[in-house]
Each structure stands twice: as C-alpha cells, then as structure tokens.
C-alpha cells in the first residue's frame, strides 16, 4: 500500500497508538521520519525511539511512547500543518509559538528538520511540517 502522505501517516500512527496507550508503535523508516522521532525524544514527548530491520528491506522506526503518572500520554495534540496538497513555508519572523512555548512546531529546513526555535535562533525558515503539544 502506498501512502500519499507518509508523515501524515506518522502522526496518526502517533495519535492513535496514544489513544489506545500502546507502550510503543511502529513507522516504515525515512530520514524525515528519523529526524522527527529525534525531535520529540529530544523535547521529552516520546522516551525512545530504536531503528530495526523487519522482514522486509524497508526498516522500521519503533517509537516509545512517554506517559505521566495518571497513565496520561505526554503528546496532547498532533498536527499536520503541511500537506501534500498545500505546502506551507514560513520565514524567520513567521515561525509560530505553540501554547505560548508549550509546544513545537517542527520545521523543514534547508540545515535539516529542527524545532521553530531552532530555526529561529539560526535564522532560517522552511516548511512547516507539524505542531506538536
């Protein structure tokens, strides 16, 4: 099956795996995919994140989903803002606060995917892929 819309997928897999407080979940593999798991492992929304070989030649990203002490998923929205459909590219100055620096948007850029504040401390912007909160 082939998706049109792989990190949509991604954040959905995220999304439903909380809802049904799965320990962890599993994503076909990409260097976009890798890059969004070290984000949210490194702003605390997920524990870990491990690459594996499956039975097929695409590997896998197994994600390990962080909850608080009232079995509570840490991750409480996901958003796509950027779709397939409609690309969304912000500048700088454009790069928007989620929650009041609660969350993270995730950013496209021409030095890697990073956080909006990332991109903003170095100056640059890109596509606005997601909102994380």
């Not at 809802?19 to 929304?45: C, D, N, Y």
């Not at 997920?46 to 070989?53: E, H, N, T």
């Amino acid at each position: 099956m082939t998706v049109s819309d792989p990190i949509g997928d991604m954040l959905t897999r995220i999304r439903n795996g909380l809802m049904a407080r799965h320990e962890s979940i599993t994503v076909p593999a990409s260097k976009t995919k890798v890059a969004i798991a070290e984000i949210l492992k490194q702003e605390g929304f997920i524990r870990d994140f491990s690459i594996l070989r499956g039975t097929t030649p695409q590997q896998i990203v197994r994600m390990q989903m962080a909850y608080r002490e009232g079995n509570s998923p840490v991750i409480n929205g996901l958003r796509r803002v950027s779709k397939p459909g409609l690309r969304v590219y912000v500048q700088r100055g454009e790069i928007p606060r989620i929650f009041g620096g609660l969350g993270i948007a995730v950013v496209s850029t021409s030095s890697g995917v990073m956080t909006g504040r990332e991109a903003w401390r170095k100056g640059i912007g890109g596509e606005l892929l997601a909102y994380v909160w």
